[in-house]
């Protein structure tokens, strides 16, 4: 795009934010408002409100004009990560209102998007880029109050009394104080931590929140503590029904720094903002006059960028990474007064991210496992790091929308949280249950007894909110009880149709399953026919926790080879041993050190190199690659924590190393 031509700004969701930032696209050097698009054409002062821009009867309408370069949108918080995603994938880029999703795995989602699409995309703090805010953090640098260590900052108003029916109280629209407004607070001190180190911003290494909760369910005043690495610690508040003073004070060694209103900068329309520093007994007042619009600077921040072929903000405006870690803080927040909005949980969030019904697709490959009539896909989704039903929906969602239909639970994980994630997904989804290849695990240490098995499937069938899992192992032994006891209570639950196809141990040893086969042959039990232990292209030479058991070695695969016996590997990946992460000169990572580190290992990871590097791949694609092209059945799970972390995984599936490649790693 050339520097001269105006960025053409569409608005989704006219409502009282549209108009100011209308008003800013109005005094811009780089923006023209060409149209707005409602749900309701017929509502009065569209016209007036936004003077010459053309009136669209819905929100997909406007995707599709051909005039509209970026799209602002301002729906309710709800509605943010939908719109986004449908407008980048319309080919549009788009600043989305704060906050630009209600998490921070839903704003990397779009976040991804955007970078996939090659489109810019921004999230809305306005104050960030304007001049004001420049200078504050100019300030902090210079030492101006000396080494900082306490910022203190507040968003609240009040509303004046609970207004059902207003968005800022409706739990339904992720109403409340913390996502409308304790973002302002949070990314200021965020800035500031950062700019005390010489950063763009910092993260916090601890969020401790508090807050009131209202009769609706939602935050109508709450405080939260930042402590940072740097010593800085930070307290922030906001609210809908308390009236606070407002003011940003930036506490050093040798003074403090004061600022009202810091988001309101100059003014709406311009003006003179000020900066007031207090050393001791004396006061300098620090006047930023600027006579542009306050939302003038961001939507040039915005066109400046587009125009610039960027996909992002520059600082001091929000990165993609800033932006992220700020929801990231608002979600600790949130998790520690408990708030999750009803929109969030299954019954309410039915459809995938951007509001479209989640069906199975067909880019992953296939297998048939021994023992499972229906086909199943060469790797297995793992989900167990997800706080809520709302992040890891994101990844189920996606990895059964690009085919995956093999998922990994297990008694244990979250306390029965990741089991019961899954039972609302797919009841949820309508995902047909004959599609799915469920594991299930149970008898973890220190509980691995006979008649534990029984009970703990009782539970976690209830949460799967399913009658059977279709593989089920013990995920611990206990060589203590004759492992012809755990035989028999497997295969009374094969009898009862709990588990419907095969089971078998996770972290069991090859005499151990030996054994157990014998057993079954000699009794007429169903015999163990599958395992789930670590498998890699990097031997795990100490156990990463207490009681694990890795298959990697040659009497391992030897012994895997016999058999045909399917291997449900985790940690198939070397749990980052074959990213940037690790390396001869790099021991930050204690548990890639102790379980990965030897020189064997390093000669495996340099060839994955050489030949990702003859592929046009990444080592860790290789790693994958090298465990499904295994001459005996190998199931890697792989746990994403995001959609792209997931998306990268599945583009190794198409890599098809020749048993010559494979020995070659090896060697």
Known sequence: MSSDQPIRWGIIGPGTIARTFADGI??????????????????????????????????????????????????????????????IRAGKHVLVEKPIALSAFDADAIYYE???????????????????TAKIVELVKSGAIGTVRIIRSSFGFNMGGFRPEHRLFANETAGGGILDVGGYPVSMARLLAGAADGKPFLEPEKVAGVAHLGQSGVDEWASAVLKFPNGIVAEVSCSIMAQQDNTLRIIGSDGRIEVKDFWFASGHK????????????????????????????????????????????AAPGMSWADSIG?????????????????????????????????????????????????????VALGFEFFPNFAAASLTLDAFYEAGGNVFDTAFVYGGGKTESIFGDWHTSRNVPREEIVLIGKGAHSPLVYPDIIAKQLDQSLNRLKTDYVDIYFMHRDNTDIPVGEFVDAMDAEVKRGRIRGIFGGSNWTRERMDEAAAYAAKNGKA????????????????????????????????????????????????????????????????????????????????????????????????????VIAQPFPVVPLIGPRTIAELEDSLTALDIRLTPEQVKWLEA
């Not at 050097?29 to 149209?35: F, S």
């Not at 955007?114 to 004001?132: C, D, L």
Request: hydrophobic share 40%; aromatic share 10%.
């Open 326 to 378: 700020n929801l990231r803080v608002l979600d600790q927040w949130r998790a520690s007064i408990g708030l999750e909005y009803s929109v969030e949980k299954a019954a309410k969030r039915t459809a995938n991210l951007a509001g479209g019904v989640v069906r199975r697709g067909d880019g992953i490959p296939q297998r048939q496992i021994p023992g499972i009539s229906k086909p199943a896909s060469v």
């Open 114 to 132: 955007a970078q996939k699409a090659g489109v810019f995309a921004g999230e809305a703090f306005m104050y960030r880029v304007h001049p004001q």
């Open 270 to 313: 311009g003006g003179v903002g000020k900066i007031e520093i207090f050393k001791g007994n004396e006061q300098q007042t620090i006047e930023v006059r600027e006579d542009r619009w306050l939302y003038s600077f961001e939507v040039d921040a915005a066109g400046d960028a587009i125009r610039a072929d960027r996909k992002e903000f």
């Open 26 to 87: 109005a005094h811009s050097r780089t923006g023209k408002l060409v149209a707005i698009a409602t749900r309701n054409p017929e509502k009065p002062g569209l016209a007036e409100n936004f003077l010459g821009a053309r009136i669209v009867n819905g929100y997909e309408a406007l995707l599709k004009e051909g005039d509209i370069d970026a799209v602002y949108i301002s729906t309710p918080h709800t509605g943010h990560a939908e719109w986004a995603i449908k407008a």
């Open 527 to 626: 015999a163990p026919a599958a395992l789930s232990n670590n498998f890699s292209l990097a031997e795990m030479h100490d156990p990463i926790w207490a009681g694990c058991v890795t298959s990697s070695n040659d009497e391992w695969k030897t012994w895997l080879n016999a058999r045909q016996v399917p291997n449900f590997a985790w940690s198939s990946q070397g749990r980052g041993f074959f990213t940037d992460r690790a390396g001869r000169d790099k021991h930050d990572d204690e548990e890639i050190v102790r379980c990965w580190y030897s020189d064997r290992n390093f000669e495996r990871r340099d060839r994955a190199i050489e030949l990702a590097n003859k592929l046009g791949r990444s080592p860790i694609h290789i790693a994958l690659a090298y």
